[in-house]
């Protein structure tokens, strides 16, 4: 299972692992979804455009069964043993100059991205080490550690993560445009039975 422990935090993430007939399919999908939603800019400060509104319920993924289907298959590989929906979708377009703030995704459980469109070299997504006792005792033992770890964007990628975890997005120093539809996902188990 491609999981990666840092800070010991479990980030997944897995490059597109269907029949490439699956990925075109998906990617048609998506670009005529895009079409059917409203995007706005709730970030005015990441020049980004997006479908997210903190207003309305966002479910870009229910315009998408396909991708819904295989974001489904991940977080269960990445979290099998737990009731999980998803709980909120949207898209995110960025062009030249977009990025994205530090920011944590409150109210959910697991967050995460799908990449539809990148040219891969326009904004990492960069996840931050939110444990400040274990910051504090790496730089006093000395040992070499990194806080910061990056994951750069390539198309039908998926990345899931905790949604304490906070994470930005790099600004796209370049012409292209970078597509992606990023979710939140739940819960549905009390917590008596955790």
Known sequence: ????????????????????????????????????????????????????????RNMFLDNTPKLKNYVIKHVKNYFADADLFIAESWINVGGKDSYQEPHEHLFSFISGCYYHKTSTSDGDIVFNCNDKLLRQLMK???????????????????????SYLTHHVNINQT????????FNIMCSQ????W
């Open 1 to 56: 299972m491609p999981v990666e422990l840092w800070w010991p935090t479990p980030i997944y993430y897995s490059l597109f692992d269907e029949p490439d007939d699956s990925q075109s399919a998906i990617s048609a999908e998506i670009d005529a979804a895009i079409g059917s939603v409203t995007l706005n800019t709730p970030w005015t400060q990441a020049k980004m455009t997006s479908s997210f509104s903190y207003e309305n």
């Open 140 to 162: 006093r033992s000395n040992k070499s550690y990194n806080d910061l770890i990056r994951y750069s964007p390539q198309v039908g990628k998926i990345i899931l993560f905790p």
């Open 175 to 182: 012409d292209d445009e970078r597509i992606s539809v990023a």
């Open 190 to 193: 009390s917590p008596e039975s």
